[in-house]
């Protein structure tokens, strides 16, 4: 067959296009496989102690216990689909749950109740084992602005706490702290604030960071805030012997400047690529946020349209970059207002409404996150933990069965052409559908075993790696 194009110039074209299709997957390699917190938890930093983590754990059992003390309850509360055919009276739910206990995986499947008891069992769980994953220890809002002497204190302090806690392995897995903005009349408070802490905490630990540990720059929205933050990394590494880029950090989205700046274009890549490789995550401050679009504090919720305009924006600012992206806190507390051994039934049914009505708020707005994509979010109070699990473990086991179709149908695919020889040059897509799973089981809320059907080994899924599991079948073939 006689061709047009001569090799010659086309081999040219083609090799010209290889190189921006290379610059373009740098810029964009997809979402990063690694554990993602489904939370930050944030908390003043004069209140942080070694075992705070555990507490909140305890604490937050105690509320769903005491507000929902079954599956049958939460169900109800948050209407889970069928909740309206679940038994009423104890001894049948009793029977109930004992009768899901005794079934097979399979099995215990196929029956209506089993989603809102499996849910049940599977925050009951995480509040014992791992309450909080991610922590960040507030040195801004949630510690206000206070004498110098007292900062300092408290950053001696609590940098002694974060060490005793590494000491006794009672952190969260994910740690950090939010220093003040480096807006003209805060930097150097942050500064010295960021300073003292890491000395002190490497000071204690002998030059050792907990796992996962990041500093939060808030309101951000300019990149030369990022690059000083960097610049003052490098120095602090420096001094304390720490490795280059061993310090990370993360931005806030909490000002309409950030999705929009003074020439119109969204600045946030150029914001995140000021971090030098450094920013692993971009945080959405909803009440910030909402006071910059002049929303008056009534109005100031998640759920406001501004919030879902900001997130798109920070999607298509970000999406596909391996940045991990959080959504905000729902500020409305589930505590009742009223305390005592001693309260009337009227009292007590007041509170039960009160705790109800923020469980359910809380519900619904970690699952619009998780339905638009955000797979984190904030909680500020204990008693906030259950809902963030009841959301996330409702969302992915609800979703699990036509996830395991889609999947398994692309790892067929693949599996053919790795067969046949042919290219697949589909890992992005794979590695997508994929994270489903991993953020599933990272939570807690399916275990590797769940995965299998998919067509994926133990092995595999280990990978964590989409990528590297065409490699090995390629290998395999080979």
Known sequence: MKLSLQPTAQTALLDQLGAANRHFQHTYPGDRPDRQPV???????????????????????RSLQAYAPHFVALARV??????????????????????????????????PAWLAHAVYQKIVRKLQTEPVEDFRIDFEDGFGNRPDAE???????????????????????????????????????????LDIFLTALLAETGGRLPPNFVVMLPKVTIPEQMTTLVRLFELLEQANGLAPGALK????????????????????????????????????????????????????TMAHPVCD????MTKVALGGTGIWLSDGATNVMPIGPHRGDHLS?????????????????????????????????????PAQLPMRYAATYHFFLSSYEGAVHRLKTFVERA????????????????????????????????????????????????????????????????
């Open 415 to 478: 599996a053919i052409s790795t067969l046949t020889g042919d290219i697949f040059d589909d890992a992005a897509t794979g590695q997508g559908l994929l994270n489903f799973f991993l953020k599933a089981l990272n939570c807690g809320a399916i275990a590797k075993e769940d995965i299998v059907p998919t067509g994926l080994t133990i092995a595999e899924i280990e990978t964590r790696s989409f990528f590297r599991i065409l490699e090995g079948r390629r290998k395999q073939v080979a």
């Open 151 to 193: 900062e300092d204190a408290t950053a001696v302090q609590a940098a002694q706490e974060v060490a005793k806690g590494l000491a006794q392995g009672t952190l969260s897995p994910f740690i950090g702290i939010r220093i003040k903005p480096f807006t003209e009349d805060m930097k150097a408070r942050g500064v010295r604030t």
């Open 78 to 111: 948050l209407q889970f689909p069928g909740h309206e055919h679940l038994p009423a009276l104890e001894r049948d739910i009793t029977a109930l749950a004992a009768r899901l206990d005794a079934l097979p995986d399979d099995a215990r499947r196929q029956e």
């Open 345 to 381: 039934f009227a009292q007590l049914r007041e509170n039960q409404e009160s705790v109800h009505h923020a469980w359910r708020e809380a519900y619904h707005h970690t699952t619009h996150s998780l339905i638009n994509g955000f797979y984190q979010g904030w909680d500020l109070n």
């Open 309 to 312: 305009f900001a997130h798109h």
């Open 249 to 300: 950090m993360e931005t806030m989205v909490e000002a309409t400047q950030i999705v929009m700046d003074e020439e119109g274009r969204n600045p946030l890549l150029r914001i995140v690529r000021a971090g030098e490789g450094r920013c692993v995550a971009a945080h959405f401050g909803t009440y910030d946020y909402t006071a910059s679009a002049g929303i008056t504090a009534r109005y100031q």
């Open 39 to 61: 939370h930050t938890v944030y908390g003043g930093a004069n209140l942080f102690k070694a075992d705070t983590c555990g507490r909140m754990g305890e604490i937050a059992l």
